[in-house]
């Protein structure tokens, strides 16, 4: 089992940067598919990203494709996410979400995932 908690969450002006972090504790962490989710009032929780075990392999949604990045680091056990030229349709919880594979594959869809953070709120103003 993981646990997770993300962080960097906030407020910013349409244009900015917002950098998401999310640890993760408990079995190790290279053995986890890790991705990011968003969720805005009234929506269903949507796909962001997602980063295999090694970091080898990222897929990104189209809508935040080229502005966007995912990335982890296997010592630190955390997951992060850089997002540039935000825009107000950013505006959503954030979640982060694992899935323990030994295999190197995308997930997208929020039914492969088996653990999930509490989610952290990214507010973006235009």
């Known amino acids: 089992q993981v646990q997770l908690v993300e962080s960097g969450g906030g407020w910013v002006q349409a244009g900015g940067s917002l950098r998401l972090s999310c640890a993760a504790s408990g079995r190790t962490f290279s053995n986890y598919v890790m991705g990011w989710f968003r969720q805005a009032p009234g929506k269903e929780r949507e796909f962001v990203a997602t980063i295999t075990g090694s970091g080898g392999s990222t897929y990104y949604a189209d809508s935040v494709k080229g502005r966007f990045t995912i990335s982890r680091d296997n010592i630190k056990n955390t997951l992060y996410l850089q997002m540039n030229s935000l825009k107000p349709e950013d505006t959503a919880v954030y979640y982060c979400?694992?899935?323990?594979?030994?295999?190197?594959?995308?997930?997208?869809?929020?039914?492969?995932?088996?653990?999930w953070g509490q989610g952290t709120q990214v507010t973006v103003s235009s």
């Open positions: 979400a694992a899935r323990r594979l030994f295999i190197s594959v995308a997930l997208s869809r929020v039914n492969e995932y088996d653990y």
